[in-house]
T-cell receptor, first 116, second 114 residues
Framework: DVKVTQSSRYLVKRTGEKVFLECVQDMDHENMFWYRQDPGLGLRLIYFSYDVKMKEKGDIPEGYSVSREKKERFSLILESASTNQTSMYLC???WGSGRLYYNEQFFGPGTRLTVL | GNSVTQMEGPVTLSEEAFLTINCTYTATGYPSLFWYVQYPGEGLQLLLKATKADDKGSNKGFEATYRKETTSFHLEKGSVQVSDSAVYFCALALTTDSWGKLQFGAGTQVVVTP
């Protein structure tokens, strides 16, 4: 079974703090994604990565950055947390293009971040 | 642009009732369509998918048919259980997108009572 794990289920931070959210997958997937989930808005893509050290902006990258130093690990960074970044953050991974089922994504359990 | 619209929830129904969740989409290309389910306190899981017109995806008693003429992918289950209480997301991925990015709908919460 594919397993995607996230470093924390719940996190409380203060405005202005630097926040790191970690995601690890064990299926040797090429692609990794970070979403935020808000009521009534569904999931919105923040950033994704298709290879080590490669990243692309999603729909809402402002206020976020990412890092992928190893294939299995994808980090989301909030450089200076703000209250409007209070949300559920979901990580996902998938096979790269050219593979069967390349567009099926596997999700972690999520990190609920509260910024005070 | 590409978008997915699904019916607003919450949808509340009794055990053994029939469930339908409507989903329609707009896409610039030819998408694959998905239903994901999120049980309380968990991440999303793929429930079913369809990759071309008239395909029917099915899993765990749920079904959805890819209707290109109506740009729809409605989810149905004939007899729901309390354990089906969850949030259901419809999503699309363009086959021209080599990274397999998903566009999600807002989600529909389903509450099944005994």
């Amino acid at each position: 079974d594919v397993k995607v794990t996230q470093s924390s289920r719940y996190l409380v931070k203060r405005t202005g703090e630097k926040v790191f959210l970690e995601c690890v997958q064990d299926m040797d997937h090429e692609n990794m994604f970070w979403y935020r989930q808000d009521p009534g808005l569904g999931l919105r893509l923040i950033y994704f990565s298709y290879d080590v050290k490669m990243k692309e902006k999603g729909d809402i990258p402002e206020g976020y950055s990412v890092s992928r130093e190893k294939k299995e690990r994808f980090s989301l960074i909030l450089e200076s947390a703000s209250t409007n970044q209070t949300s559920m953050y979901l990580c996902a991974s998938s096979w790269g293009s050219g593979r069967l089922y390349y567009n099926e994504q596997f999700f972690g359990p999520g990190t609920r971040l509260t910024v005070l | 642009g590409n978008s997915v619209t699904q019916m607003e929830g919450p949808v509340t129904l009794s055990e053994e009732a029939f469930l339908t969740i409507n989903c329609t989409y707009t896409a610039t290309g030819y998408p694959s369509l998905f239903w994901y389910v999120q049980y309380p306190g968990e991440g999303l899981q793929l429930l079913l998918k369809a990759t071309k017109a008239d395909d029917k995806g099915s899993n765990k008693g749920f079904e959805a048919t890819y209707r290109k003429e109506t740009t729809s992918f409605h989810l149905e289950k004939g007899s729901v259980q309390v354990s089906d209480s969850a949030v259901y997301f419809c999503a699309l991925a363009l086959t021209t997108d080599s990274w397999g990015k998903l566009q999600f709908g807002a989600g529909t919460q389903v509450v099944v009572t005994p």
